[in-house]
């Protein structure tokens, strides 16, 4: 039997539904590592289903580390409503110290990179798993990094 704190916590952690959660930790046997992983793949294939859908929102986020190195990078999703989340907003600026730090060439190497704060996940993973609890396609669109003396 699966406790309603077992589905809040594994809630609370993954922000899936309570239903998906609940499903999950039934799978899992109550084990929240097992379920965290079932989750995971229930939300890239979710996102692998939503990637042909347009995006015509987004924000444009800027960072400037130390005011040495600044970045500038357009995220995109399909509606303003999603654009306006703080789950949005801390993605688009993840991303942004992502290219501060490890200055990748095009938006195909930025996805490809470990993701500087997890180096058990990818940036690519970063963004799936955004499009899982946002429900809603998300692109890293055109990017520019300029440092400071180079």
């Known amino acids: 039997m699966i406790s309603i704190e077992e589905i809040k916590k ?28 079932i989750l995971q793949k229930k939300g890239l294939d979710k996102a ?15 960072y400037s580390h130390s005011g040495r190195i600044g970045v500038i990078v357009e995220v995109l999703c399909e509606t303003d409503f999603v654009a306006k989340t703080e789950d949005f907003k801390t993605l688009a600026h993840e991303v942004a110290m992502q290219i501060a730090s490890m200055n990748p060439r095009d938006t195909s190497e930025l996805m490809e990179q470990e993701y500087i704060r997890d180096s058990s996940q990818k940036i690519s993973g970063l963004v799936k798993t955004a499009v899982s609890k946002l429900g809603e396609n998300i692109q890293i669109g055109k990017f520019s990094r300029i440092a400071l003396g180079e």
């Open 48 to 62: 692998s289903s939503k990637s042909d859908r347009e995006v015509k929102a987004g924000v444009v986020e800027t």
């Open 10 to 37: 594994l809630r609370g952690e993954t922000g899936a539904g309570i239903a998906d959660c609940r499903e999950a930790l039934s799978e899992a046997d109550g084990d929240m590592t097992k379920a965290k992983e």
